[in-house]
């Protein structure tokens, strides 16, 4: 063989770098152990940081503390974005703003656990329609977080005429597996991490029922019954623990990694118990089908969704710590949702259940208290003997229990986030509006100052919008 000058120059160097002086091969090093692949479970962080507040009290108020407690002619202190003080009397710091609240009522900001602002924003056209991914009765890769528009003219409106602080953005209930929810804070932001609560936990969208087997099963493709969602539902979950076998055998030994599949990854953390099932479930033969089928592959479902026979199971909602997220009287308008009553929220709270008030409507998330103040009526009306401050826990403090941000948010406890509404009057009341609206203790809705009427950035220049003459 021959060689030219370069290729044996080549040669020599490989020999130099390769072999002994005797040339034998030079003995390999050991084999470094790979890196382990570092599994990000949130790729997408929050970017939130609190709008600027000020020190504030709130006087001579009826509180609601969102955990069933009430002060008559209380006060509350704001300070540093958290409830620092409430009680008969509270004192006022130095330069602090005293807001005199008689005949007023203060009560946690209202969380709305089932949305769909941002994903289906205002006004409803197809270009914006980003909440369904109805391309497979699977999809559980899909993040709502990806659609939320923040410009929605939903989110101001949700505050100023709802009071509402806090929400959880799902994908809608075309799918079994719908995908992955957010939790968002109510404020004004350029980008979906603007908005992003800080270390709440995702949520998985699931649904059951007519749903799912009539979007798939009109296409000739299963599921095209219940015992078809189930089957599916189940083949899922199966995989799911799989797959979850084979990362925590990776986590535990190393080795080489099994395949990324970003579907799998979110069921994953939904069977170890950081993502919260959110069920869409309208019978109550089939939530508990769904308890059943959560008890065999090990996962907890945190509420069941809409949930309109929620009153024939309530013992054993009651029984397997499952909240049910309901509305008043929103049903009887397909089969599945036949069979409600109005009695139902305050049935489940009566059995010692979680209820919860949600709207599913960006129309309805603007008088959340006023359909809990139906449905605590009707409740009355059957002889449940429920106070206004009782109830008030299907607005706040529920919910954020579902959403596992209790601790952060939810009631009037010091320590707490500083999301709070003044109301006009008693929040029960239709006549009632919020007046004023804190997020993490700053001022962002004020009824009677134009300048802190928050618009979304899409209706600026809109007559009637924006001014602040």
């Given amino acids: 063989m021959v060689f030219n000058k370069t290729g044996a120059s080549v040669l020599a160097a490989i020999a130099a770098a390769g072999c002994t002086t005797t040339g034998a091969p030079a003995p390999k090093s050991p084999s470094a152990t790979p890196p382990k692949v570092a599994f990000v479970a949130d790729p997408y962080p929050s970017t939130y940081h609190a709008y600027p507040g000020v020190p504030t009290v709130v006087a001579h108020v009826t509180i609601f503390d969102g955990e069933g407690g009430r002060i008559d002619d209380g006060s509350i202190l704001l300070a540093d974005g958290k409830v620092t003080a409430l009680g008969q009397s509270v004192d006022a710091p130095p330069g602090a703003t005293v807001i005199d609240g008689r ?79 957010v939790t968002l804070k109510n404020v004004p932001a350029r980008t979906m991490q603007g908005m992003k609560f800080p270390g709440a936990p995702y949520g998985l969208k699931m649904a059951c029922g007519e749903n799912p087997k009539r979007v798939y099963g009109s296409r000739g493709q299963k599921p095209g019954s219940r015992m078809g969602n ?38 994953r953390e939904a069977l170890a118990g950081t993502i919260e099932i959110q069920n869409h479930c309208y019978r109550a033969d089939e939530m508990a089908v769904v308890i059943d089928m959560a008890k065999e592959f090990g996962y907890k479902v945190a509420a069941f969704h809409h949930a309109v026979e929620a009153y024939k199971i309530a013992d054993l909602l009651a029984e397997n710590h499952i909240c049910a997220a309901l509305w008043a009287d929103w049903w009887g308008f397909k089969m599945e949702a036949y069979d409600g009553i109005s009695e139902n929220i305050p049935l489940v709270y ?120």
Avoid at 111 to 120: E, F, K, N, T, V
Avoid at 150 to 162: E, H, I, K, L, V
Avoid at 233 to 250: F, G, I, L, N, S
């Fill in 230 to 267: 189930i089957a599916v539902d189940r083949a899922t979950w199966a995989r799911a623990a799989e797959y979850k076998r084979k990362w925590d055998k990776y986590d535990r030994d190393g080795g080489e990694p099994p395949a990324r599949d970003i579907a799998m990854d979110t069921l």
């Fill in 103 to 181: 005949g007023k009522f203060v009560t946690p900001g209202i969380i709305d656990i089932h949305s769909h602002l941002g994903d289906y924003p205002s006004p409803g056209v197809e270009g914006t329609a980003d909440g369904n991914e109805a391309t497979g009765p699977v999809t559980a890769d899909v993040w709502a977080e990806h659609s939320v528009w923040p410009q929605d003219p939903g989110f101001s409106r949700a505050m100023a005429n709802g009071g509402i602080t806090t929400l959880q953005i799902l994908p809608g209930s075309a799918n079994l597996f719908g995908g992955r929810s």
């Fill in 350 to 469: 009566n059995a010692g259940g979680c209820a919860i008030v949600h709207s599913d409507d960006e129309n309805g998330i603007q008088r959340l208290n006023q359909e809990a103040a139906k449905a605590l009526a009707a409740g009355r009306r059957m002889g449940m003997t429920i106070s206004d401050e009782q109830a008030w826990t299907w607005l706040s403090y529920n919910p954020a229990k579902a959403m596992r941000i209790a601790d952060r948010t939810g009631s009037l406890k010091p320590g707490k986030m500083a999301d709070v509404v003044l109301w006009n009057g008693n929040p029960f009341s239709v006549y009632t509006r919020p007046e004023k609206v804190w997020v993490d203790g700053a001022l962002l809705y004020d009824a009677l100052d134009r300048a802190r009427r928050p618009v979304s950035d899409f209706e600026l220049g809109q007559p009637g919008e924006g001014d602040t003459k």
